[in-house]
């Protein structure tokens, strides 16, 4: 029986770790039978390390997604490995240290536009570097955030980057759909991730999904999350654009 992906070529950032959801995405992916290539910054050694856990190899191509001189030269490094892209994972977040832990007032807006360019603009910058790569018949664009509905304990200006990304991704599934192009966001609960623990208090957050998720909550396994992403590059959401899938114990439907 083949995979849900078989066929399918996909581009992957932000594997860091192995706890990284986006490890967990690839090594689906690859299980489920697509191609998968990765992106990596600042240190593209690391990930190249990190994939030869994967079940297959991948090659690991240096992107800094706020540099144009990356942005433009990715195209052909995809088509020269790959030929095309079928899919595009966006697993990528950064906020400078003053912008996150308490400091919400006294963040200097260069900070915050550093945390929205990383943050938010990117899914825009990464999903147009990549759609000459996409077929006639379409793509799909998933990303990751985290509930922008709320004012959540320390995580301060990357709440609003979440929010924006959030809007960027309408915003993208408006302009894009005419082509085909799915963009949709997986919300997932806390995971302990390398991009986590550099959130100050963030053990502090994930208490609040072990009262109160409606199912049971285990941060340390990402896979549940990296299920949702393949789900959504895969043919079985053929008209789901513009969405947000929680994946989150159902957390974001509890009340009191």
Not at 138 to 159: I, K, N, R, S
Request: with cysteine.
């Amino acid at each position: 029986m083949s995979g849900i992906l078989e066929g399918k070529r996909i581009l992957i950032t932000g594997v860091l770790m192995e706890s990284s959801i986006a490890f967990h995405a690839a090594k689906l992916a690859q299980e489920q039978g697509a191609e998968v290539i990765l992106t990596a910054f600042p240190r593209p050694t690391l990930t190249e390390r990190i994939a030869r856990k994967l079940p297959k190899p991948a090659k690991v191509i240096e992107l800094d997604v706020t540099n144009e001189e990356h942005l433009a030269r990715l195209e052909q490094l995809v088509r020269d490995e790959l030929g095309g892209l079928d899919g595009v994972v966006h697993s990528i977040g950064f906020a400078p240290q003053d912008a996150l832990g308490g400091n919400f007032l006294n963040t200097p807006f260069e900070s915050v536009a550093t945390a929205m360019h990383v943050s938010a603009f990117s899914l825009k910058s990464l999903t147009m570097a990549c759609k000459p790569l996409f077929p006639h018949e379409g793509a799909a664009v998933v990303g990751l955030t985290f509930d922008a509905q709320f004012a959540w304990p320390q995580y301060d200006w990357m709440g609003p980057a979440k929010a924006a990304l959030e809007a960027t991704s309408r915003y993208l599934a408006r302009d894009l759909g005419k082509e085909n192009i799915r963009c949709n966001l997986v919300s997932a609960g806390p995971i302990g991730s390398m991009a986590a623990k550099s959130i100050p208090g963030f053990s502090d957050l994930a208490e609040v999904w072990n009262s109160r998720s409606m199912l049971e909550w285990d941060m340390s396994d990402p896979e549940p999350t990296g299920r949702a992403i393949v789900a959504l590059l895969s043919d079985w959401f053929p008209k789901t654009t513009g969405e947000i899938v929680h994946v989150d114990g159902g957390l974001h439907a509890m009340g009191a």
